[in-house]
């Protein structure tokens, strides 16, 4: 599954890195999980970096809750045993989450 669409790319051009940094109440423009055990990313600003990696900001729960960075790649990297990707896109996510 590819994890960033167009669609998504163009909809982070509208919240880069910082723009939603004193909103109460953030929108969140994708979420990234793993189906198989825990993990789940919600994102709220990203910008492309030098080299083509995307940088992230937002919700992370693994074992808690918390905000935070991440990149596109590290979640490219996390693989089943057999080498499968592991994480996946929500693609019925609307975007909506109560902070």
């Given at each position: 599954m590819?994890?960033?669409?167009?669609?998504?790319?163009?909809?982070?051009?509208?919240?880069?890195?910082?723009?939603?940094?004193?909103?109460?109440?953030?929108?969140?423009?994708?979420?990234?999980?793993?189906p198989?055990?825990?993990?789940?990313?919600?994102?709220?600003?990203?910008?492309?970096?030098?080299?083509?990696?995307?940088?992230?900001?937002?919700?992370?729960?693994?074992?808690?809750?918390?905000?935070?960075?991440?990149?596109?790649?590290?979640?490219?990297?996390?693989?089943?045993p057999?080498?499968?990707?592991?994480?996946?896109?929500?693609?019925?996510?609307?975007?909506?989450?109560?902070?």
């Open positions: 590819k994890l960033l669409t167009q669609e998504i790319i163009e909809e982070l051009k509208k919240y880069p890195l910082y723009s939603q940094e004193n909103k109460r109440k953030k929108h969140f423009v994708c979420k990234f999980f793993n198989y055990g825990a993990g789940t990313w919600l994102v709220a600003e990203g910008e492309e970096q030098p080299g083509g990696d995307w940088l992230f900001f937002g919700k992370v729960h693994i074992l808690e809750t918390e905000w935070g960075y991440f990149t596109l790649s590290e979640l490219e990297s996390v693989k089943l057999d080498g499968q990707p592991q994480i996946e896109r929500d693609l019925y996510y609307s975007g909506e989450e109560e902070i």
